[in-house]
């Protein structure tokens, strides 16, 4: 056992270095600044509470994490029944192996390539002239071209399910691929519509797969500032861009406060979550 | 084979209306970055032209993206092996439990689920505040693999759950070392699987923004530039640039493809079925 133990750290060894250097020090490092003052050039260490007094006693700040998580609910709903609806496809309709992982990879390429340019991709779609709205025009739906396809929450939105919900599809589709298919004809053996084994078979023994893509999806919008400031034209706000904004005028302590609480936010979230999985055992 | 359920070609519907979702935006900046000299950013074409991608390459019309990109193609070359390597030594680490594991997968966890500014606030504050200059080969470099290391781990955690020790324990009574256990043994087994970690660790730092922004310095990776050039260039030099790093992707993961089909292949006609479902 502690020969065991010895080998498991020389393994482990140049994990656990990264992780310390850049990822333990640097929200040590945050959380020290968020106590730190600043002044319009400079910041200065110091131990006092006023970012956290100023942050927690605006009202912008409570707007803006509402809308963080306004943004977090309706993406993981839209995730999750798009990707749930595909890996289903994927898993259970699909009868060729080959099929089946052709399909897959489709559904996992974009995942590699740039988010940037997949949120680029939306202007000529979304545009005051764009494609939706001179389809919609020529088709005599609308007469004025609808302003609120892009830069707004709904193009925000959009983008985040556009990007996001692969994150969905690949552990859904992990966990069903994992179903005994005998249980779903003991199911059908036993007189269950397909409505009734899809709710009482398929989704219960899908949940872990469901957790794991719901932890994704919440940490990467949660976190997220690059989508929200491009496809809102920066006229709507999330944390991310709060701390962003400080960022850009150099108030790093007061970055680092609203830094430190939104990740206490986000852990306190996917430690709830992780209670009802078990993810090294999923994978 | 039973005929097909009705759902089936609903379903059907649904899947390839959710791919014209997933590939429908690319595929129109495709088609628009071939828009003619006098085109804008949305249709109609302007006539067809290769105008912008020839602006691509005239270096002061749109900043340093040709030096970006190499810098960028070295970093995901310089993330690729480290992820690799340490995310194999990780995942064999933790075939077994050893005192402090289960704090580490959590750490792993963690630096999955991290706003990624946070990894940027955090790493540009401490090379300011000890005087480095940050760059994108060092604090770029370490920002980067705490987003590609926890993938490269779940891929290898995957991996040894479905390991089968029995060919480990064969090598072991034939008199194999450890080291030769793992050499000629394990590597080759999980070798197609080391491709997919490779890969995730070149795309993944290629297209990285968020960790990089405030670490990498004076000199632009790609996405940087990119996201720099969104701001100021409003002609389809944006969707010409868009299309060729999209096309780059593409060609990358196609080579890693074949690679892997080329293991596959290799190994069946050696007869072995060493690695079957693993994938």
Redesign the interface.
């Known amino acids: 056992m502690r020969n065991h133990s010895i080998i498991g750290w020389l393994l482990a060894t140049p994990l656990t270095l990264v992780l310390l250097v850049f990822l333990v020090a640097p929200i040590l490092m945050i959380v020290t600044v968020s106590f730190w003052g600043a002044t319009e050039w400079s910041i200065y260490p110091a131990f006092q509470f006023d970012n956290y007094e100023f942050l927690l006693g605006s009202n912008v700040t409570y707007r803006v994490f509402f809308n963080t998580f306004k943004y977090a609910l309706i993406t993981w709903a839209f995730t999750l029944l798009i990707g749930f609806t595909v890996a289903y496809y994927l898993a259970f309709h699909i009868r060729s192996q080959t099929w089946q992982i052709a399909l897959f990879l489709l559904c996992t390429i974009p995942f590699l390539t740039s988010n940037i340019i997949r949120m680029i991709s939306w202007i000529p779609f979304l545009g005051r002239n764009g494609i939706a709205n001179s389809t919609l025009m020529s088709m005599g739906v609308i007469d004025e071209p609808l302003e609120w396809l892009l830069f707004s929450d709904f193009s925000v939105i959009l983008a985040f399910v556009h990007l996001y919900t692969l994150f969905m599809v690949v552990p859904i589709f992990n966990t069903m691929m994992r179903i005994d298919k005998s249980l779903i004809e003991a199911a059908a053996d036993n007189g269950a519509t397909g409505w009734q084994t899809q709710w009482h078979v398929i989704v219960p023994l899908t949940k872990p797969g469901i957790m794991i893509g719901t932890i994704f999806v919440v940490a990467l919008v949660m976190g997220d500032f690059i989508t929200v400031r491009f496809m809102s034209g920066s006229q709507s706000a999330n944390v991310g861009r709060m701390i962003q904004n400080d960022i850009a005028l150099l108030q790093y302590p007061s970055a680092s406060a609203t830094a430190v609480i939104l990740l206490i936010t986000v852990l306190l979230l996917i430690g709830t979550l992780l209670r009802f999985v078990d993810i090294r055992k999923e994978l | 084979?039973e005929p097909?359920?009705k759902?089936?070609y609903v379903?059907?519907a649904?899947?390839v209306v959710?791919?014209l979702?997933?590939?429908?935006?690319?595929l129109?900046?495709g088609i628009?970055s071939f828009q003619g000299p006098g085109g804008g950013?949305?249709?109609p074409m302007r006539g067809v032209s290769l105008h912008w991608f020839r602006d691509l390459f005239q270096e002061q019309a749109v900043g340093d993206i040709w030096g970006s990109f190499a810098r960028s193609f070295v970093l995901g070359l310089m993330v690729m092996v480290t992820t690799v390597?340490?995310?194999v030594?990780?995942g064999?680490?933790?075939r077994?439990?050893?005192?402090?594991?289960t704090v580490?997968?959590y750490?792993?966890?963690?630096?999955?689920?991290?706003?990624?500014?946070?990894?940027s606030?955090?790493?540009g504050?401490?090379w300011s505040?000890s005087g480095m200059p940050v760059h994108w080969a060092t604090s770029g470099f370490?920002?980067q693999?705490?987003w590609t290391?926890p993938f490269g781990?779940?891929i290898m955690?995957?991996v040894f759950?479905r390991f089968d020790k029995s060919y480990e324990e064969a090598a072991r009574d034939l008199g194999a070392s450890p080291i030769q256990v793992i050499r000629h043994v394990v590597l080759p087994i999980i070798a197609p699987s080391l491709i997919g970690v490779a890969?995730?660790g070149f795309?993944?730092s290629?297209?990285e923004?968020?960790r990089t922004l405030?670490t990498s310095g004076s000199y632009n990776t790609l996405?940087l530039e990119?996201?720099g050039m969104?701001t100021n260039v409003t002609t389809p030099v944006?969707?010409a640039l868009?299309t060729l790093?999209?096309g780059f992707?593409?060609l990358?993961?196609l080579v890693f493809?074949l690679i892997v089909w080329g293991l596959n292949r290799r190994r069946a006609k050696q007869g072995s079925d060493a690695g079957r479902g693993m994938?």
């Open positions: 084979m097909r359920p759902s089936f379903l059907t649904f899947f959710f791919l979702f997933l590939y429908g935006p690319t129109t900046i628009l950013l949305t249709f390597v340490v995310s030594m990780g064999l680490a933790f077994q439990r050893f005192a402090g594991s580490l997968f750490l792993i966890i963690t630096s999955l689920v991290i706003p990624s500014i946070l990894i606030l955090g790493v504050l401490i505040q370490g920002a693999l705490t290391l781990l779940l955690f995957a759950n890969l995730f795309t993944l290629y297209d923004f968020a405030l996405p990119i996201f969104t944006l969707f868009g790093t999209t992707s593409l990358i993961i493809l994938l």
